[in-house]
Structures are given as structure tokens and as C-alpha cells.
């Protein structure tokens, strides 16, 4: 039971690093001295380049979440490769959770995520579509990330993959 609590408190405390590290502080924010926004910005990778994939969803969604501000430097690819490390149903069981508030909050980088999902096509990833797609089938999100899709794929991330992301039966 000690071992499982001491689990939970290090998987509890590596999202709270990750999600406060992840809001990169940009250059124009002067409440936080340059030697610190060094440090957040250099722990941030370094919690990113921990992940084996084999820590769970929670961990995967936390990865998602962590991705708030609007100017990453470069940060945010680290936090894609990381992504890239969990099984594709982990990996999609975040994305569809956590796509709707990155939707509202980063649009950017939502259209980035998708695109890269979508850029999966015709690859040895491409079982990461499939599972995608037909996760969406069910899910309560289904519409508002479907609207968001057809939304990149007129302007924006999704022009060149019309018709990749998103449930066949629509």
C-alpha cells in the first residue's frame, strides 16, 4: 500500500511540474527573472524526455495539457516526441480528452497535434488513425472536434489531409 501512495504522490507531482513548466514564460513577461524562465523552460524538457510511454493516460493527457502557451521555442516538439512514445490507444484516449480545452485555449497547437495525427496516413503509424477515428465514433466530444477538423482542413493545418481525420460514417 506504501508503494502504491509513494506512485501516486510521484505521478501527482510529475503533472504539476509538467503543467507548470509546460506554460513556457514568454519573452515579454517580465514578472519572471531570465535565470528562472530558464530553468522552468529546461526542467519542462527534461520531464519530457522521461517519458518511457509507459506511464498511462494520465500522463499522456498531462503531456496535452502542459502545451498552454502561445510561444513554445521549440519546447512543444519535445512535448510531440514524448506523445510519440505511448501505445496509439493511450496515446488517442488523451488526444480525444483532451482536444476540446486545447481547442478553446491553443488552437495552434491543437491544429498541430491533429496534423500530425493525420500525417500518420500511409506510414507505419497510420494504425493511430484508425484507432482514432473510430474512437471518435463514441466519444462525447465527437462534434466539437469534428468541427475544429473541418474548420483546419478549409484553413489551416488540415489542407493538405481533407477527409484523413474523422469517422467514416459522418
Known amino acids: 500500500m506504501a508503494a502504491l501512495y509513494k ?24 514578472s519572471v527573472p531570465w535565470p528562472e524562465r530558464e530553468n522552468r523552460f529546461n526542467r519542462y524538457i527534461e520531464l519530457l524526455d522521461s517519458v518511457t510511454g509507459n506511464e498511462g493516460v494520465d500522463i499522456a493527457s498531462a503531456i496535452i495539457k502542459s502545451m498552454q502557451a502561445e510561444d513554445d521555442y521549440g519546447a512543444y516538439q519535445t512535448a510531440q516526441g514524448a506523445l510519440g512514445q505511448f501505445p496509439s490507444k493511450v496515446y488517442v484516449e488523451a488526444m480525444i480528452s483532451e482536444l476540446p480545452n486545447l481547442i478553446k485555449k491553443n488552437r495552434e497547437w491543437a491544429g498541430e497535434l491533429l496534423c500530425g495525427l493525420a500525417n500518420s496516413e500511409g506510414t507505419e503509424y497510420s494504425e493511430v488513425l ?10 462525447p466530444h465527437k462534434e466539437s472536434i469534428l468541427s475544429f477538423v473541418r474548420f483546419q482542413e478549409t484553413d489551416g493545418w488540415l489542407e493538405h489531409r481533407v477527409g484523413v481525420l474523422g469517422p467514416t460514417d459522418v
Do not use: P, Y
Open 7 to 30: 506512485i501516486i504522490m510521484n505521478t501527482n507531482k510529475f503533472v504539476e511540474d509538467l503543467i507548470f513548466t509546460g506554460n513556457i514564460v514568454q519573452d515579454s513577461d517580465e
Open 130 to 139: 484508425s484507432i482514432f477515428n473510430n474512437a471518435l465514433v463514441n466519444s
